[in-house]
C-alpha cells in the first residue's frame, strides 16, 4: 500500500492506459485477468499487449499472477490511482499532487493543484488494509454480493463520502467544500486546521463543547448520526472554527441501533472534553431531544451497517463500551502541509 509515486504517469502512453482500463474493466467478472480478454477489450495485438503488460508490472501498476488453473494480471493500487489522477486531469479537476498530509487505517491524503493554482486535498480510500479485513462484513456498501474486491468496495466507500459531503455541504453543516470524485478518489477543500487530538489548550472549552452537542443534535434532526464523532474526525482552525470530516460510516436515526450510537457519539465528545481539557457538563443531549426535521439519510441512503453487525453484541452491545469504542473507524495522523508538488 506504498506512496503515491505520480512520476510515471506522465511518460504513461495511451495504449498503457487502454490496457490499465482494459484490466479494471475484466476484473468486474474475473479476479484475475487473462491476458486474452485484456487484448480483446483494449483492441490491441496479442505481442503488443504483453508489452505493454510487462511495463505496467515494472512500475507496480499491476500484478502478474499464476494459479493451477488461471494466469493473468490484476489492477493494484498504483495502477488505480493512476486511472482516478488521469480522469481528474482530463476534467481540469487537478494539474499536480504535492506531499502526504494524512495517513489512516483506511485513507491516504495529499495535496493538490488545480490549473488555477488551487490547493484542494485529495483522499484515497485504501480499504482492506491489514488492519481492516473485516469491513467487508461490516459495512453495507457491497450489498447483497459476496465476492468484492478491495478497490470496489473503497470506490464505493469514496461515493458515499462525496455524495454525504455534498449533501451536509449544501445544507450548510461545516464540512469541507465537496469538488469532485473518481473511482476511490475524492477532492475536496483543503481545510487549514487540526485534528482535535492535536489541539491541547481551548480559549473557551464551554463554548466549544455546547458547538459540538448542537452539532451532533442537528445532524440527527437532519436524520444522521455520524457514527464517529469524535477527536479524530473534527477539526478546528486558529479561531476554533469546527469543521467536520469522515463520514462513510453514518447511520440513519431509523437504524435499529440509532440511539446506542447517538449515545457513543456524545459520550466521545463528553470523555475527550473530561479527560484532555478538564470540562465536564451535566448539559448533553439524548434521543429523545431530537426533533427530526427533514430526511437527509433517505436522500443519501444511509445506513452504513449490515444484519450481521446488528447481531454483533461485541460492537452493538452498550454494556461493552468503553474507550476503546471511541476509536474512529478512519483515525487520520495529519502533519503539516509542505510546497513540493509533483506535475502530472
Not at 495502477?79 to 482530463?90: E, I, N, W
Amino acid at each position: 500500500m506504498g506512496k503515491l509515486n505520480v512520476v510515471v504517469l506522465r511518460y504513461l502512453s495511451r495504449d498503457d492506459f487502454r490496457v490499465l482500463t482494459a484490466v479494471e474493466m475484466g476484473m468486474k467478472n474475473h479476479e484475475i485477468v487473462p491476458v486474452s480478454l485484456l487484448a480483446s477489450i483494449a483492441s490491441l495485438k496479442h505481442g503488443g499487449c504483453n508489452k505493454v503488460l510487462r511495463e505496467l508490472v515494472k512500475h507496480k501498476l499491476v500484478a502478474y499472477e499464476r494459479s493451477k488453473t488461471v494466469q493473468g494480471y490484476r489492477l493494484n493500487n498504483g495502477g488505480y490511482d493512476y486511472l482516478a489522477l488521469k480522469t481528474f486531469c482530463s476534467r481540469e479537476v487537478l494539474i499536480s499532487v504535492g506531499n502526504q498530509i494524512g495517513v489512516g487505517k483506511e485513507s491516504d491524503i495529499y495535496i493538490v493543484a488545480s490549473p488555477n493554482d488551487e490547493q484542494y486535498a485529495l483522499k484515497l480510500h485504501r480499504l482492506g488494509r491489514t488492519s481492516f479485513r473485516n469491513l467487508k462484513n461490516k459495512r453495507d456498501y457491497h450489498q447483497h454480493r459476496k465476492n468484492m474486491s478491495w478497490l470496489y468496495l473503497s470506490r464505493l466507500s469514496a461515493m458515499k463520502e462525496f455524495a454525504y459531503m455534498k449533501a451536509l455541504y449544501d445544507r450548510g453543516f461545516p464540512v469541507p467544500k465537496p469538488v469532485d470524485y473518481n473511482r476511490h478518489a475524492v477532492v475536496m477543500e483543503l481545510i487549514n486546521g487540526y485534528p482535535l487530538c492535536q489541539v491541547h489548550k481551548l480559549q473557551d472549552p464551554s463554548s466549544l463543547y455546547n458547538e459540538f452537542m448542537e452539532l451532533i443534535v442537528k445532524l440527527a434532526n437532519h436524520g444522521l448520526i455520524h457514527g464517529d464523532f469524535n477527536e479524530f474526525n473534527l477539526m478546528l482552525d486558529d479561531q476554533d472554527h469546527i469543521t467536520m470530516i469522515d463520514f462513510p460510516q453514518m447511520v440513519s436515526t431509523s437504524h435499529v441501533n440509532a440511539e446506542w450510537y447517538f449515545d457513543r457519539d456524545v459520550k466521545c465528545i463528553r470523555d475527550f472534553f473530561a479527560r484532555r481539557y478538564q470540562y465536564e457538563s451535566e448539559l448533553f443531549p439524548t434521543f429523545k431531544d431530537i426533533r427530526r426535521s427533514c430526511s437527509l439519510d433517505v436522500n443519501v441512503s444511509a445506513s452504513g451497517f449490515t444484519k450481521d453487525l446488528e447481531r454483533d453484541g461485541a460492537l452493538l452491545d452498550p454494556k461493552n463500551t468503553d474507550t476503546h469504542s471511541c476509536l474512529p473507524f478512519s483515525s487520520v495522523k495529519l502533519t503539516a502541509p509542505h510546497t513540493h508538488t509533483v506535475s502530472l
